[in-house]
């Protein structure tokens, strides 16, 4: 199979002069393999197969996935109780090495052979499970992040479209309150909202106060994109056909933005559950009788000389929630942008050469039985 050159007329556009002849030889298959890859599918089926190609996103997404489980059935949720025997405020009494975890590594991780315990955490001070404190813990932390990203995507989404889509005064006045939003500090808005909704339902007011003043990056975004698709053909034919402008935002317009959208958010998420780390941490964040991880790391800090496992677990779990949402947003990034272009190994160029010699040769074969018939049938 011969490579062909590059076409500076090539959907990927033309490429920097002076680049080595193999490269742009490369480039130039690897455009026409993803084209030919995705021949006859529709934008969700590419969307879909990008992502799922994204190794670090799916397995991402698999960890995430036993995280959330493991947290929401071992411990329970509201009145449901989980399958653990301990709960996050049952307190022992400790003696001696009793504190200790009781989990065991397998050997071939080092360890003395697999172990769960009745601690596998180990306990604090008054005899408290570790294990169900930090799995209420991450609940805790998990609806917190879900809660920011719900509430500042319908807030950024309706700001941004709607200054996008009507601009004038409307596009100035939103632009103008989401400036505004912008110059405070969220940390400081955090510190300030979380102590004033300290109690029972601490948690799921820090939450709201969080996604009250994390929109203004979508909004920005989504005004952008908007700004662009109300010039299109489709939006000048939608409002020929008598369509209201709230289908018109809602119906056409929103659709073609929602990569944008997810990605911002999955990335915001993110950076939620580290904000709530950050203020429950200096203890202006998720109070008492609520847990959460970056409570635990603030109540264990003391004891990260003498019981460290105490300080681990809960650090532990944050940073793979945080890695989990990166790695599944930059695979949705990956999947929504069609400029994305990664030149393809010498294993796939050759997979791709061999596909299309079999496409050739059974291309040759079908001719020449239609040939063959034809004969006969004359």
């Known amino acids: ?30 455009e026409d393999l993803k084209m030919r890859d995705v021949e006859g599918l529709s934008q969700g089926q590419i969307v879909r197969r990008r992502f799922f190609r994204h190794r670090g ?10 995280v959330i489980l493991l947290a929401f059935t071992s411990v329970g949720f509201g009145n449901w109780t989980g399958w653990w025997k301990h ?55 998990l609806i917190v992040m879900f809660i920011v ?66 929109w203004t990056t979508l909004a920005r975004l989504v005004r952008g994109d908007f700004l662009t698709l109300r010039e299109r ?57 609520n847990i959460s991880l970056g409570q635990l790391i603030n109540q264990y800090q003391e004891a990260f000389a003498t019981r460290p496992w105490l300080f681990w677990w809960p650090g532990l779990f944050i940073v793979v929630i945080a890695l989990c949402v990166n790695f599944i947003g930059d695979g949705l990034r990956d999947a929504f942008d069609p400029r994305q272009r990664r030149i393809p190994s010498q294993r796939a160029l050759r997979r791709a050469e061999r596909k299309a010699a079999a496409r050739a040769e059974s291309a040759a074969a079908a001719d020449s039985t239609v040939g063959a018939s034809g004969k006969e049938t004359t």
């Open 87 to 141: 709960t996050p405020l049952q307190t022992g009494n400790v003696t001696g090495t009793g504190a200790q975890p009781t989990l065991s590594l397998p050997t071939w991780l080092g360890g003395d052979g697999f172990v769960w315990g009745d601690h596998p955490f180990g306990r604090d001070e008054s005899g408290r499970d570790v294990f169900a404190r930090v799995m209420k813990g991450t609940q805790t932390s």
């Open 1 to 30: 199979m011969t490579i062909p050159p590059p076409d500076p007329n090539h959907p990927a556009g033309p490429v920097e002069a002076g680049a080595p002849a193999d490269l742009l030889a490369a480039e130039s298959q690897a």
């Open 57 to 66: 996103a799916v397995v991402a997404m698999i960890v995430l996935g036993a």
């Open 233 to 289: 053909e489709f939006v000048d034919a939608a409002r020929v056909a008598g369509a209201s402008s709230r289908r018109i935002i809602f119906k056409h317009m929103l659709p073609n933005s929602i990569g944008v959208i997810i990605v911002n958010q999955t990335l915001l998420m993110s950076t939620a559950i580290l904000l709530e780390t950050a203020l429950s941490f200096v203890g202006l964040g998720i109070t008492y009788p």
């Open 149 to 214: 990203g719900i509430v500042s995507t319908v807030i950024g989404v309706i700001v941004g479209a709607l200054a996008g889509y009507f601009g004038g005064r409307l596009d100035r006045f939103l632009m103008r309150v989401t400036d505004l939003v912008i110059t405070i500090p969220v940390l400081v808005l955090g510190a300030v909202l979380g102590a004033l909704a300290a109690g029972k339902n601490s948690a799921f007011l820090l939450a709201i106060f969080l996604g009250l003043a994390s």
